[in-house]
Every structure is written in C-alpha cells, then in structure tokens.
C-alpha cells in the first residue's frame, strides 16, 4: 500500500472509529433490536457511500457519471445518520418500523442507484464508439500533420498537405465496411513514419498516393452507404 493509498484508507477510517467509540461509550452492548438496525442501517449506508468510486466506468466523463452517484450515496448516508441518531437517542422497543424504514430508503437509493449505473454503462459505450469512429480521422490527420512540419521537399510536402485535407475532412462517423481501408491508410502512415525524407522520398510519395487512394475509396464507400 502506498502513502496515497495509506492516507486515504486512515480517513475513510475516521468516521467508523469516531462512531463505534461513541455508540459503544454511549449505548454499550445492551440495546433493543431497533437500535442495532438503526447501527446496521449506518454503517451500510457509509460503505455505499465509500464504494461510490468503485462503481463508475472509466472514462474520459468519469467524473460526469460519478456525480449524480455520489450525490446519491451521500444523501442516503446522511439521511440514514440522521434518523439513526433519532432511533438511538429515543430507543424504542418496537423495531418493525425501523426495519421497514431502513429497507424503504435502501430500496430507494438501490433503484436510483441502478437506473444510474445502467445509464450511464449505455452513455459510456456510446462515447466508446463514438472515440473508436473519431480514431481513424484524428490520428491519421495528426500523424500526417506531424510527417508535414518533418519534409523538406515541397511537392512531397503538397502531395502530404493533399492527404492531411482529405483525411482531416473525412466523415468522421464510420462503419465496419470500411475499417480495412482506414486500417490500410494508418499502415501505410506507420511505413512512411519509418522512412529518411530525404534519402527515400520516391517511396515516401508513392505511399501518400496510396493514402489518398485508400481514403479516397473509404469516403466514397461511406457516402454511399449514407
């Protein structure tokens, strides 16, 4: 374990030692059934509210999606403080009431929780896509734009700019039709990447044309598709 790890362990730690300290100070070992729920009903509420991070997806709107489930969690750990307190402080005998109030409030921050979670699995998979379709007309555009700024020769350097303006301003959405052409296109960047400028510029324009061929084909391809 870490330092980091270690320092946020101690002060997840500090609410359940100040609490058990001061319900056993307090209350002792001998209490009603009602009482013992209620101590229960905290201490589950206060480790959703811990595993609150566990549950999100990682993704660049991890923090989007943590938000609602954290204000959530916090609710219902506060609400479950509060009316633990009062069910400690007044001690009733009957615990059915108490039972059914905990069961109540955990039902209803469990289908919050879930219509959440599933909600945002769906969001989470649709941004998965979404970045999977951008892949190909932003990392072929920045990889050619990078080649650009590293070539000398000026029609070389035209025949890239030609390439650059046709992948930069290709449909951004694509389709299982066409992933070999962009597959093709990303290779054919990864075999130029590897050449000297100078020494094999004959090679390096023969595999821009096979770009702006692929890229071409792939366009044309989705358009009619559209």
């Not at 930069?168 to 039709?177: E, F, G, L």
């Amino acid at each position: 374990m870490n330092r980091k790890n270690f320092f946020w362990f101690a002060l997840d730690s500090v609410f359940v030692i100040v609490f058990l300290v001061f319900f056993f100070t307090l209350s002792g070992t001998e209490n009603s059934t009602a009482v013992w729920i209620a101590f229960g009903g905290i201490l589950l509420s206060y480790a959703a509210l811990l595993c609150t991070p566990l549950m999100v997806r990682k993704s660049n709107a991890s923090a989007d999606y943590r938000r609602p489930l954290f204000v959530a969690s916090l609710a219902y750990f506060n609400i479950s403080f509060i009316i633990g307190v009062i069910i400690m402080i007044a001690r009733p005998e009957q615990y059915k009431a108490t039972m059914l109030t905990y069961v109540a409030l955990f039902g209803v921050y469990a289908i919050f929780l879930l219509i959440n979670l599933l909600s945002n699995e769906h969001t989470a998979d649709q941004d998965a896509k979404r970045e999977e379709e951008l892949k190909y007309v932003k990392e072929s555009s920045t990889r050619l734009k990078l080649l650009l700024g590293n070539v000398k020769d000026k029609t070389l350097a035209k025949k890239i700019e030609e390439a650059y303006d046709l992948i930069s301003s290709s449909p951004a959405k694509s389709s299982p039709s066409v992933k070999a052409f962009e597959e093709s296109v990303l290779q054919e960047i990864t075999d130029i990447e590897d050449l000297d400028p100078v020494a094999d510029s004959v090679a390096m324009m023969k595999s821009v044309e096979m770009i702006i061929s692929l890229a071409t084909k792939r366009n044309s391809k989705l358009r009619t598709e559209n």
